[in-house]
């Protein structure tokens, strides 16, 4: 079965969303975050042995110290922001769904109401009530729909906030790491690593960002 | 969609069939409706492509609150696929299906409807006292398969057993009976699987008084037409794709 991408809108009135588009959005966007997920872990581990350096190297990597803790903790709150996304992103393609199901009834009974104006239906009245709880259900659904993927951005926007912050840091960890005397190249090694591995968290938060920013664009 | 109204005493049985979905390669189906008093059972309601005119044919004859029951001869999408759209307007029926593919139809979108699971050796719909006796058809040809028999106006509904591919619009019933064998043949040969579970639901049905042979697809049989139906299934074989 095949549907315009105006039939799948959900709601009525001015502002309706393709709910076709929010499902899309929402898996790509939580696949997107998961990946980011994956590479949050390897940057804990990274920002783990980081420490385990610094532990070893006393005095000699003090400033590293600080940028060690700094990506222990970042990479431990995105781990979490992340699973926190997977939770919202369920719960909106759950809503498109509903959503697209409420419409694709909504549908049917318009052409039911087109047949009535053709021909007269006896008990049209009766399938009434459905026609304009319906329209209602939808119109909220569009609402709620709205409000989910506001979350959900919300909730990549944090973690995008995050990830810029330990680009800042990733920076200062080099200078950090040239001082620290025999420890340094093990230290610069890791401050690639965690340089690499937070750019790679970008770029994949961008894309989420960008699929929740298109399936908010009214049609 | 067509309505046609082919049993009318206490209670009534419609056929709503010959509806021309165009341009979408859908095997054409017929549906049926059980009206008793304000108790309203539709047999086999279809797929989704017919759920508005099925809609607006039932609301030719009952209003919506009067549907009260829905029964599927087993899961096919053409038998079945509407169900989601049916559990958003209908707020208090029930869905009479085998026990096998609960899991499976539920995947159509059930939340308000209440699936009444029919065990493998039949039951009865009680519509409203009337009672209608849901006759096992297993492997015929789906592996969980029922018809329903009405013994106060001999009708019994046979599912996928009877069909035939059918140009649109053709008539209600078969009138040449040799004629309409072209048009059966090759769907009884090669959709039913069992020569055991065809012979096993001839030797119970032969044993049923018959008026009207109500099939899922193509024209219904009437009078001796019915006999004769029996009389050729059982001599085909079946299952030929192995
Ligand atoms: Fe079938
Ligand atoms: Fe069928």
Known sequence: MSFTASQLECGFGMEQLDANKVVVAASTAAAEISNAGHIAKQLSLVAKNARTVVLRAGDAALGFKVVSDFFVELSTSSIFLVSQVNIVAIELSRGAIECWDANRLSQKLDDVVLRHKEEEIEYFSSIEPSIS??????????????????????????????????????????????????FRQALEEMADKVEALTERMIVHIQTAMTQLEEAQVNN | MKSLKIYDQQHQWFILAREDVKGKSLIETNQYMVRNGERTLIIDPGGVELFAPMLSSVLQNVPIDQVTDLFASHQDPDVISSLNLWDQVLTNAKLHAPSIWEGFIRHFGLNNVEYVSVKDDGGVVDLGGLQLQ???????????????????????????????????????YVDDFNEHISKMEYFHKRWMPSNTAKSNWIERVSRLEIDILCPQHGRMFKGDDVKRFLDWFDQLPVGIAV
């Not at chain 1, 939808?138 to 979350?151: E, G, P, S, V």
């Not at chain 1, 959900?152 to 200062?172: E, F, H, N, T, Y």
């Not at chain 2, 040809?141 to 106006?153: F, M, T, V």
Request: avoid cysteine; aromatic fraction near 4%; glycine fraction near 8%.
């Open chain 1, 133 to 182: 709880k319906g329209r209602e259900g939808t119109a909220k659904l569009n609402d709620d729909l709205k409000h989910q993927i506001k979350k959900l951005s919300s909730l990549v926007d944090d973690i995008r906030q995050q990830m810029r912050a330990g680009k800042v840091i990733s920076v200062i960890s080099r200078i950090e790491a040239s001082r620290a005397g025999e």
């Open chain 2, 134 to 172: 849901i006759i096992p058809a297993h492997y015929l040809h789906s592996s969980g398969n029922i018809h329903l028999y009405d013994k106060e106006a001999k009708i019994l509904f046979s599912g996928d057993v009877g069909a035939a591919l059918e140009e649109p619009a053709s008539p209600m």
